[in-house]
Each structure stands twice: as C-alpha cells, then as structure tokens.
C-alpha cells in the first residue's frame, strides 16, 4: 500500500484530505450566500431611506455619496456608489419578482423582505441577471443557472447564443410561459430540440471551408462545450458508429443517449443544404437502433440531422405525419442576433 510516511497510508489521508475540502467549499458557499443576502438587505434599506426624504429630490442624489464614503472609511473597498446603486436595483428587481417564490426556505434569514427568496447564485449572477430587462427571459436563465449549476461563464454564454429564444421558437405561447417559470423541462423529444444549435465555440468563421470529417473532429475535441449546447440530459456515446446490412456498411457521425428521455440520439453532420435523401438515411438509421440496439426499457430512437442550410418544406414532406422521431435543425458558426430572433418569437405569436 502507498505511504505518506511509515504510519499514515494514503487511502487514510486521502478521507481526511476530502472531508477539509468539503468543509471548505460548504464555508465558501455560505459567505458568498450570506454576501447576496446582505446586499439585498443594503438596497432594501436605502430604498427605505430613500422615501423617508421623497420630498426632497436632492436628498435621494446625495444619500448615495454620503453613505458610499462611510462605507468605505469603515469596511474598505466593495461599498463604491456604484455598487450601493447595484444592491438598490437588486432589491427592486427581487422584492417584486415571482422568480424564486417557489424556492421557500425554513431557515432564519437576515430581514422579513428576504426571508421568502433562496438565492442560490452568486453576487456575479445576480448582477449579470439583473441586466436582462424581459422578466419571464430572467426568470428562465436564473432557474436553468440553478438547476444546472452554471458558471457566470456559461450562463453569459447561453444567455449570448439566445438560448431562451431558440427554444421558445418551438414553442406556443403557454409553451413559453412555462419555459419561463418551470425552466426547460425535458419529457418529450421536441423538449431536447433548438433550431437552430449555435456552434461559436468551434471557432470557425462564417466563410471558412470545412469538410464534414472536420466539422465532426471540432465537436469532439470541443465535447464539452457542444454537450452544453445539446442540453439536458445528453452523454457521450461514440462517434463513426458502424452499421453493418450483410455486406453494406454505413457509419453514423455522432451517437448519444439522453438519461430523461431513455433514449439514443443520433446526429448527422450535413455541411451543405438538407436533402430527402439525408432524412431517408437518418431514418434507416433510427430503424436500426429501434429494432437492434435499444433496450425493451427504452424509448424510441431520435435522430437529427444537423445541416448548415435546409428547406423546411422539403422536411415536412418527407417525414411522416405526427412524427416525433426524426428532426432537421441548422447550426449556425457565429452568434445569432437575439434581435432576430425575438423578432421570429413576436411575429409567430401574432399568427397563432
């Protein structure tokens, strides 16, 4: 057995080591949670403050200045005007949102206005969140933060790739309304789907010329970052997955399996504009795996082709009707404009 010295061995070591280092991410997590609610209760304050002396206008311009300057003399850095400005507006925004009022909690809180709202996300969250004007597009962003443990960075990324309205682009309007207040809930195969999915992090320009191979090779060395635009519930499963038909021989670019859905996805790359004989052959691919791979358990195979053009007509005429097995989607290379993009949900509103 490996040893630290003659009488502690490694495996020992290892459980106490593990137990200092919970400790202190629990300690971590705990000063940053008591910081949020600190600072809501800053800004609740000097709201307060602030309509005591509301009949007077100079008052609420300098009540900032003054106390910005004690702060600062007395707890040092982190008590700019700025800041107090930024845990004014965090109190408005959250002492009347809904957001979090089915996150209760039963512990002590600092103040009777913070005691119904979990903050469950860092101050940097926060701060990014409040920036989002659209209420029910905050709400959707804090919650999928939460539920999937998202960085500051990856929320900024999702929050840049237009998550929200490329997937509220599949959806009616009480579709979006529960996007909104339940986060994405995963239950059916069109719950997994965006259209289009946002490739940015391969770093390929717009215009740049790339075979198909490579288009695969870029998703796998960037697994990690493609997983997360894939969504919930996704897993690597393989990739140039061979198919044999006695002496034929197919291969499928991407293969994964989706733990809510209990089912494998299957992903085609298509470089060019999607034809019929794409989806066709996404079909016998899917056919395959119903009849030969998955489990007794398991649901229904999803395939998707993932193309960088496709005529939406062509794809409806050649699917079945109610089919819920095979998709098209498009990738884009750079960032949509989430301009257009909310455009797209407003005029599809107007038509349902």
């Keep these: 057995m490996t040893k630290i010295n003659k009488h502690i061995d490694l495996e020992f070591y290892d459980k106490i080591a593990e137990l200092l280092i919970n400790a202190r991410n629990k300690v971590i997590q705990t000063v940053n949670k008591t910081m949020v609610y600190t600072y809501f209760e800053i800004g609740h304050i000097i709201v307060e403050e602030e ?18 300057q004690k702060l600062l003399k007395n707890f ?27 996150q209760l909690r039963k512990t002590e809180t600092i103040s009777r206005k913070s005691n119904n709202i979990d903050f469950q996300l860092s101050w940097s969250h926060y701060l990014f969140l409040m920036r989002i ?6 709400k959707f962003y804090e919650k999928e933060s939460i539920e999937n443990n998202w960085s500051l960075r990856e929320l900024k990324r999702q929050f840049n790739s237009a998550l929200y309205e490329r997937l509220a682009l599949s959806r009616d ?23 289009p999915y946002v490739l940015e992090f391969l770093d390929l320009p717009e215009n740049y010329k790339y075979s198909e191979n490579e288009l695969e090779q870029q998703l796998i060395d960037k697994l990690q970052h493609f997983l997360l635009e894939l969504g919930k519930g996704f897993t690597f499963v393989g990739r140039q997955v061979r198919l044999s038909f ?49 489990l007794e358990n398991e649901n229904k195979t999803i395939g998707i082709v993932l193309c960088r053009d496709k005529n939406d007509a062509i794809v409806e005429i050649t699917l079945p009707e109610n089919n819920e097995q095979i998709f098209a989607s498009k990738y884009l290379t750079i960032l949509p404009s989430k301009e257009e993009l909310k455009k797209l949900i407003e005029n599809k509103s107007e038509n349902e």
């Excluded at 309509?51 to 910005?68: F, P, T, V």
């Excluded at 004007?133 to 905050?138: L, P, Q, V």
């Excluded at 529960?178 to 809930?185: N, R, S, T, V």
């Excluded at 794409?278 to 395959?288: A, C, K, P, S």
């Design 246 to 294: 006695e002496e034929k021989h197919f291969k499928i670019d991407l293969v994964f399996y989706n733990r809510l859905l209990k089912c494998f996805v299957l992903i085609d790359l298509k470089i060019g504009e999607l034809t019929h004989q794409d989806i066709g052959q996404m079909q016998m691919y899917v056919n395959y795996y119903d009849r030969r791979i998955k």
């Design 51 to 68: 309509q005591k002396g509301q009949e007077r206008a100079e008052y609420g311009k300098k009540i900032l200045k003054e106390l910005s």
């Design 76 to 102: 040092g850095k982190g008590f700019s005007e700025t800041n107090l400005k930024q845990m004014r507006q965090f109190y408005l925004t959250y002492s009347k949102s809904q957001t979090l009022s089915d």
């Design 133 to 138: 004007e659209n209420k029910s597009e905050r």
């Design 173 to 195: 309007k009480k579709g979006i309304k529960e996007l909104a207040e339940k986060g994405q809930i995963i239950e059916k195969p069109q719950d997994s789907l965006k259209d």
